[in-house]
């Protein structure tokens, strides 16, 4: 057996301690698979429309933005839903006339005041994914604040991100349709992987002739592994968006859960009722314990995805991600849990 040297035993016991509790680098290492493919060219050109925002004077100036910016304006801000730009303008200059805007936009702003981390997470993501995919387009990305009107929008030439939506628990207002338990996680660390996630759906093509559960989960594992992938220095608990307590929940009972999905016959399940039990939001999962978080299902599915590309050295990301046969893969990759305890 290879003998290991002391800063290689350091360095796995740090790799240990932050699969379990989902933290950022140790002190003194380096993530070696940032730069991968940084002799792939990118130009990711990015956009702060928010600052233009704060200049618009009069309607006319909202109408002008609209023109100039068709596509965010048509699909973002639903434009294309109105008779007439001029209904949809005067209504967003009202709004930005609001005193609560400008706290909105002021603390959203200061959070991002510094973005170039995640520009620099983006273009290295697509790096990644122009090395697999060389004829894909690398989208512009446009920032803008609405006064949570909408979250996101991603095509394949541009990505518009609604910011306010990003900045987690750190601003004096929330959005009102989602729970604060997931408000929590959108934060600026987690705002690639989240984009990532939606821009994997273009790749991933998914099960979709089985209906069971098990087949669900290995297409949402199939996400959390393209994202992975695409943002190798970024922590699990990051990518699935889990706090450090429940991935450290789901790390030290994976045989649990696996057991109960066992026991109550679950993993051939087609009830969508039953299946969003175990793959949708919510803060828990009762059924298998108040410590099990919501959404353990995928989770489960990126572990059957990481063994089978263990077990398959000959299958690439581009074959992974052709891949429909969900149940193929789970027989393949020899998915046996097991806990991680202290």
């Known amino acids: 057996m290879k003998q290991l040297t002391i800063y290689q035993l350091i360095l796995i016991k740090c790799a240990v301690i932050l699969l379990i509790l989902g933290l950022p680098a140790c002190e003194g290492t380096k993530c070696t698979e940032e730069n991968r493919y940084e002799k792939v060219s990118v130009d990711l050109k990015v ?138 996680r959108y934060m600026k660390e987690s705002l690639a992987p989240i984009v990532l996630s939606f821009v994997s759906n273009e790749f991933n093509l998914a099960d979709q002739t089985h209906g069971t559960l098990l087949a669900d989960m290995v297409n949402l594992g199939k996400s959390y592994y393209f994202v992975e992938q695409a943002l190798p220095c970024k922590a699990d608990s990051l990518i699935i968006g889990y706090s450090s307590k429940e991935m450290e929940a789901v790390l030290k009972n994976q045989e649990v859960i696996w057991a109960n999905l066992i026991e109550n016959e679950l993993l051939y399940e087609t009830s969508h009722y039953l299946k969003n039990k175990i793959i949708g939001e919510r803060p828990n999962i009762a059924e298998i314990s108040e410590n099990c978080p919501g959404r353990v299902g995928g989770w489960i599915g990126w572990q059957i995805v990481r063994r089978y590309m263990d077990q398959n050295p000959d299958v690439s990301f581009t074959d992974l991600m052709a891949e429909r046969d969900a149940h193929k893969m789970f027989q393949q990759s020899g998915y046996k849990p097991r806990n991680i305890n202290d």
Do not use: C, H, W
């Open 47 to 184: 956009e702060r429309l928010e600052d233009q925002l704060s200049d618009l004077k009069d309607v006319d100036d909202v109408l002008r933005l609209f023109q100039q910016n068709r596509v965010m304006a048509d699909y973002f801000l639903d434009a294309n839903q109105y008779p007439n730009d001029t209904i949809l303008a005067k209504r967003l200059f009202r709004l930005l006339q609001q005193p609560s805007i400008d706290t909105l936009m002021m603390d959203t702003k200061s959070y991002y005041s510094d973005f170039d981390q995640n520009v620099k997470e983006l273009t290295s993501a697509y790096q990644f994914i122009k090395s697999n995919y060389p004829n894909q387009e690398v989208p512009k990305i446009q920032t803008i604040i609405t006064g949570f009107y909408n979250d996101m929008y991603i095509s394949d030439s541009l990505i518009v991100i609604g910011l306010d939506y990003f900045s987690g628990e750190n601003g004096r207002y929330f959005p009102n349709d989602i729970p604060r338990y997931i408000v929590k």
